[in-house]
């Protein structure tokens, strides 16, 4: 043995690796927690973008299942009535308690159909049911996909030379759209009824006052506003929705987990949506 070498015994091997290996409070660094973090973010928006692209080259020429989409419409869009009419109806009368305090101290009871008006039809209104449409049909839409694809069935319909975004992804997306842009205006409807008979109940003001002071207030473009954003609201849900039904793994707890994740991402989008739509349709 050459004299002054180290002997490297299995103990002494083990004793260097722990040593030498990251500690967990460098491996959970806050550098380390931002990168993972903005690294996952960008991968899921990569996965939007792609299923994107490969969904709008479907779209020329259109090919999609007919009798699908009709099942959609119906399944999405009728199915979200009753839930949409009343947080619609909720959300009218509470802007009509929150604008009440000053008509009432101001006595400009005029004002009550644009201050109720105004803030339902651009904001909150389209917020509001895009949210309810996210909880109520992205998560279902993620949840069934899902389960497809963790059943194998999605690669069934890909042995049988049919093309699962064409026949099931693309209907769902068009379909999204589509009922929360009619959901929407269904939703302002009702919106208006529940303030103008809140503020009646409530303040005095007559239903024939709150029409005036709306008419004579609200412009079109408002109204165009928020219907503009529900549509780019539908969109986001519808695709972010799909994504992650489309990529799930894990059997059923990976489900589970794509639809936590599908309502998180649509919530969030929403806002972020909301925010630079606002800015441009201001």
Known sequence: MIAGATRYT??????????????????????????AAFFAISEQLGGVGVLSAKLARRMFPP?????????????MGVRSLPIVGVTALFTGAIMVIQAGVLIKRFGAEG???????FATLR???PILIALMFSGRVGANNTAELGTMKVTEQLDALS???????????LPRVISMVITLFV???????LALCGAAITGQGLLGVST???YNGFIETIRL????????????FGLVIALSSCHFGLTVTGGAPGVGRAVNASVVASASGVFVVDYFSTYLLQ
């Open 10 to 35: 299995p103990r002494a091997l083990a004793n260097e690796r722990t040593e030498n290996a990251t500690t967990p409070d460098d491996a959970d660094s806050l550098p380390a927690r931002i990168g």
């Open 63 to 75: 090919r999609l299942d007919g009798p699908e989409l009709w099942r959609n419409l119906h399944k």
């Open 111 to 117: 004002l009550l159909g644009w201050g109720a008006g």
């Open 123 to 125: 904001e909150v209104g």
């Open 159 to 169: 042995t049988l030379a049919i093309d699962p975004l064409s026949y099931l992804v």
């Open 183 to 189: 959901l929407t205006i269904f939703g302002d409807v």
């Open 208 to 210: 024939m006052t709150f």
């Open 221 to 232: 473009w408002d109204l165009a506003t928020g219907l503009i954003k529900s549509g780019f």
